[in-house]
């Protein structure tokens, strides 16, 4: 414990900044508060949660400008069991993925499973990125949109490559970026970054090819969990259900969300929330004595996830507790990387003006450390 106390005029409005879970709005647990007694507690395979899962999915696709013939799937478990998932219904032979952080290399884990071949890694140091590149005998490319570990972020492109799928990893990215999901066959996330949901689910925007190999490896003789089965999601999403009892709660925070989006302007109001909040954080960084972007290429440095390195002088885990005493939460780097950084959320329901205060904020706590 320290006894520095911040100025109010340096505290924000709100001081979550943690990159998932994350901030959730005043208004969307006022959705849950109005809608618990009907709702929570009640039958998944009835109409009122099945209601919210419909509305759900056309919010979704509201906001992400649903490519013809493509569809919103949902099932239980989060990213993670998403690429448990893949590597059973989604991956024919062989898959390619980049790696540059933890989160696509939990996805390369997971596809070096028994029945495929070995995945091709296309591998880049921590603070870069790489994108994918055709090759021969490969039938999904996959990549994280955003690293959510490091805060490298790639644009959305399909890997134009005959008959195989563009596989991206959206969590930290949908919700607070600009796509276009026609650049992709299979857009997944789960609901606890941007759009300010908890865990306990994965959603995806899926393409017609996408659909047809799912479906054809579900007809195959390879054995499927039925938990892990991407067949079962369709299905069960066509209905607006999902295959085991969904997170209820969560859903009703995505609903108040895409609601909030929606009306708010989409994918554009959503990009300039975080396209503001991070380019505070950067000029911030850039014109700092102590602090410099740890995503070293500018056109590669995330929008959603700014993580800063600071200088040997400052102790960030001290600045980070300091911090944490005054209420403002979560600015510690992701554990695994164990740099002197800071890593700070700015996803959309972030207000870029508090953003402008943590900034503030980090000179005052950093000028007394010192």
Not at 245 to 261: D, G, K, R, Y
Request: net charge negative; proline share 5%.
């Amino acid at each position: 414990m320290t006894d520095l106390q911040l100025p109010t005029d340096l505290l924000p409005s709100d001081g979550r900044f943690g990159c998932g879970p994350s901030l959730v709005r005043k208004q969307q647990t006022e959705h849950i508060a109005n809608s618990w007694q009907s709702i929570m507690g009640t039958s998944h395979r009835k109409p009122a949660v099945k209601d919210v899962v419909g509305r759900v999915r056309e919010g979704l696709a509201t906001f992400f400008e649903l490519p013809d013939g493509y569809e919103i799937l949902l099932a239980n478990g989060g990213s993670t069991a998403f690429w448990d998932a893949a590597s059973f219904g989604l991956i024919e032979r062989r898959a390619q993925l980049a790696v540059f952080g933890e989160f696509g290399g939990k996805f390369a884990k997971a596809a070096r499973a028994p029945w495929l071949e070995e995945p091709e890694l296309r591998e880049a140091p921590v603070g870069d990125a790489i994108e994918c590149a055709p090759a021969e005998g490969i039938d999904v490319y996959a990549y994280p949109q955003n690293e959510t570990s490091t805060g490298a972020m790639l644009p959305v492109r399909r890997v134009a490559a005959g008959g195989a799928l563009t596989v991206v990893d959206a969590t930290s990215a949908a919700g607070g970026t600009k796509v276009d999901l026609a650049e992709t066959d299979v857009y997944y996330f789960a609901p606890q970054k941007n759009f300010g949901g908890d865990g306990g689910l994965w959603f995806a925007a899926v393409s017609p090819a996408a659909i047809e190999r799912i479906e054809r490896i579900a007809a195959s003789d390879r054995y499927i969990p039925e938990f892990l089965s991407l067949k079962h999601a369709v299905d069960n999403s066509r209905k607006n259900q999902t295959l085991n009892t969904p997170a209820i709660a969560s859903l009703l925070l995505l609903e108040s969300q895409l609601e909030w989006l929606n009306a708010s302007g989409g994918m554009d109001f959503a990009a300039s929330r975080t396209n503001a909040s991070s380019a505070i954080m950067y000029e911030w960084a850039e014109a700092s004595s102590f602090a410099t972007p740890f995503v070293s290429r500018p056109e590669i440095r995330s929008s959603v996830v700014a993580t800063i390195d600071l200088d040997e002088r400052v102790d960030a885990a001290k600045a980070s507790a300091v911090l944490r005493e005054n209420g403002i939460l979560d600015t510690e780097p992701y554990r695994k990387l164990g740099r002197n950084q800071l890593r700070i959320a700015c996803f959309t329901s972030i207000d870029p003006s508090d953003i402008e205060r943590l900034t503030k904020a980090i000179d005052w706590v950093v000028e007394r450390l010192a």
